[in-house]
């Protein structure tokens, strides 16, 4: 599609894979424990994310239009900015850390108008060692995880004399899990195109993407009183719905994770800031579950083929 003449368009671009690694943040404990989840705060003991960063502004027009570089930060730049001013965070969360960020960059060049910044955390899971009394936690050895992480993004611009969030989602990133029985397909449209067979006791494979979105973004900027909700908790969440239910459809799984996200933070996160996903191999279903809405259904891929 092609954009008018007469559109305005703000010039932006950007970095990306910057590695930020800091231990001993302040931890985080402001969390409302739920019945699906045993989780016990963040020590925060290792801070560590893959951050992406995109500046925006009209001052950059010049270096698209003649070459002229004299308003631009280089991205080498922004990736030592990014680095050294992680140093000075003192916040307890992923979110808090990004708009503290975003905030440095838009506060140091004014000709900036907004930032869209996003990380993955990079988990690590603490070792155990031999002790007196058995085995016991390291405190100093930790392995890297490659397993599901949380993910956050927000869009930073001025306000009047400050910063607002304009935009913000939170994700527990790359879920997998298996149910080895108790899963069902039937009674879908069978005509020429299907080889698929019914069957009412499969194992399913489910790789997801669940999203949500703060009614307050700043619960989790800087939590307080059990506001923040964690990757942990929703990740939880989604593998105990997958026990206690016997899913006639991966798309009516995602939709109870949804209800049942809402249900246990309901003054907190609207789910559904990007869409619930579960995956099987090639195949991908979505909803979108919010406070008084009702849900769609997103095709988000031709190929498809069911887990064996």
């Known amino acids: 599609m092609t954009t008018p003449a007469s559109a305005s368009r703000t010039m932006y671009y950007g970095k990306g894979d910057v590695l930020v690694y800091r231990t001993f943040v302040k931890p985080m404990t402001a969390?409302?424990?739920?019945p699906e989840s045993g989780f016990a705060g963040h020590d925060n003991v290792i801070f560590a994310f893959n951050v992406k960063i995109a500046v925006r502004g009209d001052a950059f027009l010049p270096s698209f239009t003649e070459g002229d570089n004299s308003m631009v930060v280089a991205t080498d730049s922004m990736k030592n900015f990014i680095l050294r001013h992680t140093a000075d965070f003192e916040g307890t969360t992923m979110e808090g850390y990004l708009y503290f960020i975003a905030c440095k960059f838009l506060g140091t060049y004014t000709h900036m108008s907004s930032i869209e910044i996003s990380a993955d955390r990079l988990p690590f899971d603490m070792l155990q060692v031999p002790g007196a009394g058995g085995l016991t936690d390291s405190g100093l050895v930790y392995r890297r995880s490659h397993n599901d992480h949380a993910s956050a993004s927000m869009t930073v611009e001025r306000s009047g004399n400050g910063y607002a969030v304009v935009r913000h989602d939170c994700l527990v990133s790359d879920l997998q899990l298996i149910k080895v029985k108790g899963s069902s397909f039937a009674g879908f449209i069978r005509d020429e195109y299907t080889t698929l067979p019914e069957t009412s006791d499969r194992p399913l494979f489910i790789w997801l993407n669940i999203g949500w979105k703060y009614e307050d973004v700043y619960n989790g900027i800087d939590p307080a009183d059990g506001a923040y909700v964690a990757s942990e908790q929703i990740r939880d969440i989604a593998h105990c719905l997958f026990h206690e239910k016997k899913s006639p459809?991966?798309?009516?799984?995602?939709?109870?994770i949804g209800l049942r996200i809402l249900e246990r933070f309901p003054d907190s996160p609207r789910s559904g800031s990007n869409p619930i996903t579960a995956h099987g191999r090639r195949?991908?279903?979505?909803?979108?579950?919010?406070?008084?809405?009702?849900?769609?259904?997103?095709?988000r891929h031709t190929a498809s083929r069911d887990f064996p």
């Open 31 to 34: 969390f409302t424990p739920i």
């Open 249 to 256: 459809s991966i798309q009516n799984l995602i939709y109870h």
């Open 283 to 299: 195949s991908s279903k979505a909803c979108r579950v919010r406070k008084g809405a009702s849900i769609r259904s997103l095709d």
